[in-house]
């Protein structure tokens, strides 16, 4: 059971640039969100999906685009890459129940030059 | 947005000692409550969820006051392995399923 898998788990990008972070889970889990944890930061919460064709944002959406076109996937886009987006990212998931922990991903870990 | 404050420690302790943590929430509505561990450069992981009654898992020990709107960790005996940081985590009734995250108290257990 691989559970969250993200992917690449490395990338530098310069200043401008757009990719794509990719989330997948083989959970069937309905909730997934993404995360970017910076130092004396904590966790913050980007984008969130309660299911296909459902996002929303969180606390610090600004820079960053996501869809849910299927269960299993939800990724994360960045239009135009600034150096205040370096940073690690975590994709998760759970179930539709509040006392379920969410699962994570290993982390995409990006800087911007 | 709700607050979930933590010591940032470091937390320094020998092999075999007992240590606690505490968290604070600031949001009375918050429902579901969390200790996650996350090792160095890796992703959180499930520690042990917190449940109202207190609950207990092997050298792990969790509590809740939700009177006080606090929550505590107590590790005993700690191992080597401990060594992390310690996120408290909480779910809040009017967030959906989005999890508030502490910024963590960092443990280390030395020889």
């Known amino acids: 059971n691989a559970g969250v898998t993200q992917t690449p788990k490395f990338q530098v990008l310069k200043t401008g640039q757009s990719m794509t972070l990719q989330c997948a889970q083989d959970?069937?889990?309905?909730?997934m969100s993404w995360y970017r944890q910076d130092p004396g930061m904590g966790l913050r919460l980007i984008h969130y999906?309660?299911?296909?064709?459902?996002?929303d944002q969180g606390e610090v959406p600004n820079g960053y685009n996501v869809s849910r076109s299927t269960t299993e996937d939800f990724p994360l886009r960045l239009l135009s890459a600034a150096p205040s987006q370096t940073s690690v990212y975590f994709c998760?998931?759970?179930?539709?129940?509040?006392?379920?922990?969410?699962?994570f991903g290993d982390g995409t870990r990006l800087s911007i030059l | 947005r709700k607050e979930v404050e933590q010591d940032p420690g470091p937390f320094n302790v020998p092999e075999g000692a007992t240590v606690a943590f505490n968290c604070t929430y600031s949001?009375?509505?918050?429902?579901?409550f969390f200790w996650y561990r996350q090792d160095c450069r890796k992703e959180p992981k499930l520690l042990m969820s917190v449940y109202s009654s207190g609950n207990e898992d092997g050298r792990f020990t969790a509590q809740l006051n939700r009177a006080s709107q606090y929550i505590s960790l107590l590790i005993r005996d700690s191992k080597l392995s401990d060594s992390a940081t310690y996120l408290c985590v909480v779910n809040e009734r009017n967030s959906g399923y989005a999890l508030n995250f502490g910024k963590g108290t960092s443990l280390l257990v030395t020889p």
């Open positions: 999906s309660v299911g296909a064709g459902i996002t």
């Open positions: 998760a998931s759970s179930s539709f129940d509040r006392n379920q922990p969410q699962h």
């Open positions: 959970m069937n889990h309905e909730y």
């Open positions: 949001n009375s509505a918050s429902q579901s």
